[in-house]
């Protein structure tokens, strides 16, 4: 809902210019009110979008009534009515916001397990001189850091911390091989050297609580999740300005639009990408199921038309993201925001759907993986992998290319790209010893949550949407649904196929037809138009051989997948995007 800046001037010698500068950079995070204190060495910024509460009185920073406490937030807390009845016996609010309850939570020094929300901030006791920061369990919320020995710089974007002038601009060239093939940089990284992300509440897989032993039951479990997300997306909606739902028709963002009807939410608004006919070929088949998503669960349907002009103004896209990350689905999000922006600050997503309840395909496959594994040890694994491949199918091929004697490679391979993915794993992602009590899939599913949730599909989020003042709210990742998938034992997660507790909610609310409709990824026909010579021009423009990216892959491996894209022998769509983005932002950034 808002940015945050923060600035800490150890040798008390700046000026409020600074952290003017800071939030400046971010106006777009929250251009309703922008607003900055400092107290002594300590410079506090905030840009507000107004959700919650809207009158002046709720504008950050926020104070204690004695002015000894001093809060900036970015977020929502989603239980905040619950934890104010508690608080209520000790402190008088004068605001109905969410912030002001953090504040004497805080104060209170309470637990921030009972924090149920997405969010960000920085707390300060001015008396004590103490500093406190964090970020929500999966890192929903960005804060980027900067310190040396004479600044601490905080914010929810790296350009707020480059924006202060205190920090020399390098551009980490380390983090171009895992951009290359993972989509993004490494975990707790960026493409700044010496900006990193305020690590999540939940970056280490080995403090979870092992899985207690429980008879699991389909219908028990169904009506329990049942309840669960109801509440939470009745949780979610609550706001002083519409809520609307970015909706592509498939299994999650439906089964969201079908949770708002029970709720008797008023007629939502409901975004959706479409592409032209020429097009849509190319893509997924999101409008004919959004449409109908929208009529039957009563939503007011907003198509947003995209078509390859889009790539007109990708220089100028390029030009608002500090971090590039290799996804597509970043340019959409951006262009859907934009259109929502127009009527709306706060929009639902079914991000975090698949990466909590097993829904990608490399889920399955995993799964299967270590069924063959239990049942015929590890030499199947050699046997498979003599099969000549003009007998293997290409989805078999990609398949044999991929599995490893060691379980654990085997699953890293199933998240990277086709850019020789077995060459790089990051010595923290392998753990030798004991897998979370012993559970290889548990494992899988931290993996993917660690670092495809929390480094591609949440910033991505965040940042696009954000960009035109526009808050993404994610009912999947909300701790009630958090703790339920916890307590479930992982293969009950996948026994009956990827998703398979989403779907049969879906069925159970007359949604039969879009939950058992394939998985498609939320796409555009990039891969069609780059073969058109006006972009095919472009991109050849920026991807020359002097170009930075370049010093870390070899040209002549991009241009033999530039060579057999463009001649249609074979598809590397998601790879040239990535490596497009990333020379693009090399290109400006240097």
């Given at each position: 809902?808002?940015?945050?800046?923060?600035?800490?001037?150890?040798?008390?010698?700046?000026?409020?210019?600074?952290?003017?500068?800071?939030?400046?950079?971010?106006?777009?995070?929250?251009?309703?009110?922008?607003?900055?204190?400092?107290?002594?060495?300590?410079?506090?910024?905030?840009?507000?979008?107004?959700?919650?509460?809207?009158?002046?009185?709720?504008?950050?920073?926020?104070?204690?009534?004695?002015?000894?406490?001093?809060?900036?937030?970015?977020?929502?807390?989603?239980?905040?009515?619950?934890?104010?009845?508690?608080?209520?016996?000790?402190?008088?609010?004068?605001?109905?916001?969410?912030?002001?309850?953090?504040?004497?939570?805080?104060?209170?020094?309470?637990?921030?397990?009972?924090?149920?929300?997405?969010?960000?901030?920085?707390?300060?006791?001015?008396?004590?001189?103490?500093?406190?920061?964090?970020?929500?369990?999966?890192?929903?919320?960005?804060?980027?850091?900067?310190?040396?020995?004479?600044?601490?710089?905080?914010?929810?974007?790296?350009?707020?911390?480059?924006?202060?002038?205190?920090?020399?601009?390098?551009?980490?060239?380390?983090?171009?091989?895992?951009?290359?093939?993972?989509?993004?940089?490494?975990k707790n990284q960026s493409f700044f050297e010496n900006i990193i992300p305020i690590p999540i509440a939940t970056t280490s897989i080995h403090n979870h609580n092992p899985i207690q032993k429980k008879n699991f039951s389909d219908k028990n479990e169904l009506q329990q999740l049942d309840v669960i997300l109801g509440q939470v997306v009745h949780n979610q909606c609550f706001a002083d300005?519409?809520?609307?739902?970015?909706?592509?028709?498939?299994?999650?963002?439906?089964?969201?639009?079908?949770?708002?009807?029970?709720?008797?939410?008023?007629?939502?608004?409901?975004?959706?990408?479409?592409?032209?006919?020429?097009?849509?070929?190319?893509?997924?088949?999101?409008?004919?199921?959004?449409?109908?998503?929208?009529?039957?669960?009563?939503?007011?349907?907003?198509?947003?038309?995209?078509?390859?002009?889009?790539?007109?103004?990708?220089?100028?896209?390029?030009?608002?993201?500090?971090?590039?990350?290799?996804?597509?689905?970043?340019?959409?999000?951006?262009?859907?925001?934009?259109?929502?922006?127009?009527?709306?600050?706060?929009?639902?997503?079914?991000?975090?759907?698949?990466?909590?309840?097993?829904?990608?395909?490399?889920?399955?496959?995993?799964?299967?993986?270590?069924?063959?594994?239990?049942?015929?040890?590890?030499?199947?694994?050699?046997?498979?992998?003599?099969?000549?491949?003009?007998?293997?199918?290409?989805?078999?091929?990609?398949?044999?290319?991929?599995?490893?004697?060691?379980?654990?490679?085997?699953?890293?391979?199933?998240?990277?790209?086709?850019?020789?993915?077995?060459?790089?794993?990051?010595?923290?992602?392998?753990?030798?010893?004991?897998?979370?009590?012993?559970?290889?899939?548990?494992?899988?599913?931290?993996?993917?949550?660690?670092?495809?949730?929390?480094?591609?599909?949440?910033?991505?989020?965040?940042?696009?949407?954000?960009?035109?003042?526009?808050?993404?709210?994610?009912?999947?990742?909300?701790?009630?649904?958090?703790?339920?998938?916890?307590?479930?034992?992982?293969?009950?997660?996948?026994?009956?196929?990827?998703?398979?507790?989403?779907?049969?909610?879906?069925?159970?609310?007359?949604?039969?037809?879009?939950?058992?409709?394939?998985?498609?990824?939320?796409?555009?026909?990039?891969?069609?138009?780059?073969?058109?010579?006006?972009?095919?021009?472009?991109?050849?423009?920026?991807?020359?051989?002097?170009?930075?990216?370049?010093?870390?892959?070899?040209?002549?491996?991009?241009?033999?997948?530039?060579?057999?894209?463009?001649?249609?022998?074979?598809?590397?769509?998601?790879?040239?995007?990535?490596?497009?983005?990333?020379?693009?932002?090399?290109?400006?950034?240097?």
């Amino acid at each position: 809902m808002c940015g945050i800046n923060f600035f800490l001037d150890k040798n008390k010698l700046q000026n409020d210019s600074i952290i003017q500068a800071m939030n400046n950079a971010i106006l777009h995070r929250g251009n309703e009110n922008t607003a900055f204190f400092q107290k002594d060495n300590f410079y506090f910024g905030h840009n507000r979008l107004k959700i919650l509460d809207t009158s002046t009185e709720a504008n950050q920073p926020f104070f204690s009534e004695d002015k000894r406490y001093v809060l900036i937030f970015n977020g929502e807390i989603y239980n905040h009515q619950l934890l104010k009845k508690e608080l209520s016996k000790k402190y008088v609010f004068k605001t109905h916001t969410d912030t002001e309850v953090l504040l004497y939570f805080l104060i209170e020094n309470k637990n921030e397990s009972e924090l149920n929300g997405i969010y960000a901030y920085i707390f300060v006791d001015l008396k004590e001189k103490n500093i406190k920061y964090s970020r929500d369990k999966l890192g929903i919320k960005p804060l980027y850091i900067f310190e040396n020995n004479d600044y601490l710089l905080l914010s929810s974007e790296i350009k707020g911390i480059i924006a202060s002038g205190l920090v020399t601009k390098k551009i980490n060239y380390s983090q171009i091989i895992p951009y290359i093939h993972q989509r993004f940089v490494d975990k707790n990284q960026s493409f700044f050297e010496n900006i990193i992300p305020i690590p999540i509440a939940t970056t280490s897989i080995h403090n979870h609580n092992p899985i207690q032993k429980k008879n699991f039951s389909d219908k028990n479990e169904l009506q329990q999740l049942d309840v669960i997300l109801g509440q939470v997306v009745h949780n979610q909606c609550f706001a002083d300005v519409p809520v609307g739902l970015f909706l592509s028709g498939g299994i999650d963002s439906t089964l969201l639009l079908a949770y708002l009807q029970e709720n008797n939410y008023p007629k939502p608004t409901a975004f959706t990408i479409i592409h032209e006919k020429k097009d849509i070929q190319f893509v997924s088949k999101d409008t004919y199921f959004a449409e109908k998503a929208a009529k039957k669960f009563g939503a007011n349907w907003e198509p947003v038309l995209i078509n390859a002009t889009i790539l007109d103004n990708f220089q100028e896209f390029v030009a608002k993201i500090d971090n590039p990350i290799a996804d597509a689905a970043f340019l959409l999000i951006y262009h859907l925001a934009e259109k929502a922006s127009k009527t709306h600050k706060v929009v639902l997503t079914g991000a975090g759907a698949d990466e909590m309840f097993g829904g990608y395909y490399r889920h399955q496959a995993f799964y299967r993986y270590l069924q063959l594994k239990k049942i015929f040890g590890k030499y199947w694994i050699r046997l498979f992998k003599n099969i000549p491949t003009q007998f293997l199918s290409r989805k078999w091929k990609k398949l044999v290319e991929k599995i490893d004697e060691n379980t654990q490679k085997t699953f890293i391979n199933f998240t990277q790209t086709h850019w020789n993915y077995n060459k790089h794993h990051n010595k923290n992602d392998l753990i030798d010893d004991v897998i979370i009590q012993n559970n290889e899939l548990k494992w899988a599913l931290e993996y993917e949550k660690n670092h495809f949730l929390s480094e591609d599909v949440l910033k991505i989020n965040d940042l696009a949407a954000m960009l035109h003042s526009v808050e993404v709210r994610v009912p999947f990742l909300d701790n009630q649904v958090i703790d339920f998938v916890d307590n479930l034992a992982t293969k009950f997660l996948l026994k009956n196929g990827k998703k398979w507790l989403l779907k049969q909610l879906l069925i159970n609310k007359g949604g039969k037809e879009f939950a058992n409709r394939s998985k498609e990824g939320f796409g555009m026909a990039f891969g069609e138009w780059i073969r058109q010579k006006k972009y095919s021009d472009l991109i050849i423009n920026t991807l020359h051989k002097k170009n930075t990216i370049f010093d870390e892959l070899p040209y002549p491996i991009f241009n033999t997948i530039w060579q057999l894209h463009q001649n249609r022998k074979a598809d590397f769509t998601n790879e040239i995007f990535g490596i497009w983005f990333l020379a693009e932002w090399l290109h400006q950034n240097t």
